[in-house]
Every structure is written in structure tokens, then in C-alpha cells.
T-cell receptor, first 113, second 110 residues
């Protein structure tokens, strides 16, 4: 349960705010992912980082800005979000080159007012 | 790219009955098929997975079957219990990027 951690667990922000979500993995993995989970799209891949390099941007609006300073940490910077961005944001990690099992963090529940 | 379809979207069963969830995939190069369980308010957790060189895998009350020719795979839960109630996601991948199905909400009634 503590292999992948995320902070904060809950976040309420206004549309003009800037906030960041943090993810940390303690599994020694080399790939990290951001997903958006909402009622409309249960598990929507947003970004993929392999060895700290972004390898996938799944047509995500620029108001979401990822950052991966090292293979253990992943951030999602948020600015000028819209109410429809309210969702659960899940981070996951895996070991590229081995079994592609992804391990998820507990998620950040985001509410945009 | 890969596309995964999952059925049914909701499934209600009586405790002790079996439950079956089915997924189809489009990319014949997909070679890894995990199943995740997500309880209310919790993270998705891997419950079982299967590789394309195997047709069936069991773990206690849970089993997964794979038909590569038809490009479909299924999750079977026997002797269901109320704690099996959750949303279940299938996924497929030919690479390291998992493509998830849309989920099945399973309710097990006592």
C-alpha cells in the first residue's frame, strides 16, 4: 500500500489558482504515469514518463503540466483549471523492460470551483 | 493503437454465485492482460494477470482465460462474497502502456 504515494489526497481550488500534485514511488521503477479518473472516462491516461523522459502526452490541455525530476518523483502542475477537470488523479509506476504491471497510488481527489 | 472493450458495465450476483466479466482487444500484438479491482474510494489494485503464452490462470476463487485467436479474455470469480463488490478493470498492452477497459461494477448481494 505504501509503494506509491500521492499528496495531497484531497484538493479544492478555484479556476485562477495554481497548485501541484505530487507522486512518489518507492518500488525502484523507471516509468511513471498520470491518469484521470472520472465518471465519463474511468481510467484515462494523461502522461507517461520513461527514465524521466516524457514519452506520451495523450492530447492533454496545456493547463496540465507534468514534471519528472527523477525516476522516483512525478508532479502535475495545475493552473487555470475548469470545473470539468474535477476528478480523481491517479499516479502509477512500472518497470519498463520487465512485466508491465502498473502499481497505483491512492489518488488525489480534485474539485475545481 | 490498441482498443479494449469491456462488458458488462454492471453486474449483480447473489453471494455464492459466479461472476464473469469479458474483454476484447484489437491489437494482435498485445501480450499482457492484467485485471485490476478498485474498491470504493481506493486505488486500483492488480488481482491477476496473464501473458499471451498461457490460456488460463487461476488464483483461488479467481481465474482468467485468454483466447488469442478471438482476441478476448475473461475474468471468472467463483463463490462470490460481498467483499468482491468493486469495479473491475481489464487492460491489454503490446508495450509498456496499458490500455484499460471502461470497467465493470460488480455488486454481490448477501
Amino acid at each position: 500500500e505504501t509503494g506509491v504515494t500521492q499528496t495531497p489526497r484531497h484538493l479544492v481550488m478555484g479556476m485562477t489558482n495554481k497548485k501541484s500534485l505530487k507522486c512518489e514511488q518507492h518500488l525502484g521503477h523507471n516509468a511513471m504515469y498520470w491518469y484521470k479518473q472520472s465518471a465519463k472516462k474511468p481510467l484515462e491516461l494523461m502522461f507517461v514518463y520513461n527514465f524521466k523522459e516524457q514519452t506520451e502526452n495523450n492530447s492533454v490541455p496545456s493547463r496540465f503540466s507534468p514534471e519528472c525530476p527523477n525516476s522516483s518523483h512525478l508532479f502535475l502542475h495545475l493552473h487555470t483549471l475548469q470545473p470539468e477537470d474535477s476528478a480523481l488523479y491517479l499516479c502509477a509506476s512500472s518497470q519498463v523492460g520487465s512485466t508491465p504491471t502498473q502499481y497505483f497510488g491512492p489518488g488525489t481527489r480534485l474539485l475545481v470551483l | 493503437g490498441e482498443n479494449v472493450e469491456q462488458h458488462p458495465s454492471t453486474l449483480s450476483v447473489q453471494e455464492g454465485d459466479s461472476a464473469v466479466i469479458k474483454c476484447t482487444y484489437s491489437d494482435s500484438a498485445s501480450n499482457y492482460f492484467p485485471w485490476y479491482k478498485q474498491e470504493l474510494g481506493k486505488r486500483p489494485q492488480l488481482i491477476i494477470d496473464i501473458r499471451s503464452n498461457v490460456g488460463e490462470k487461476k488464483d483461488q476463487r479467481i481465474a482468467v482465460t485468454l483466447n488469442k485467436t478471438a482476441k478476448h479474455f475473461s475474468l471468472h470469480i467463483t463463490e462470490t462474497q460481498p467483499e468482491d463488490s468493486a469495479v473491475y478493470f481489464c487492460a491489454a498492452t503490446p508495450t509498456d502502456k496499458l490500455i484499460f477497459g471502461t470497467g465493470t461494477r460488480l455488486q454481490v448481494f448477501p
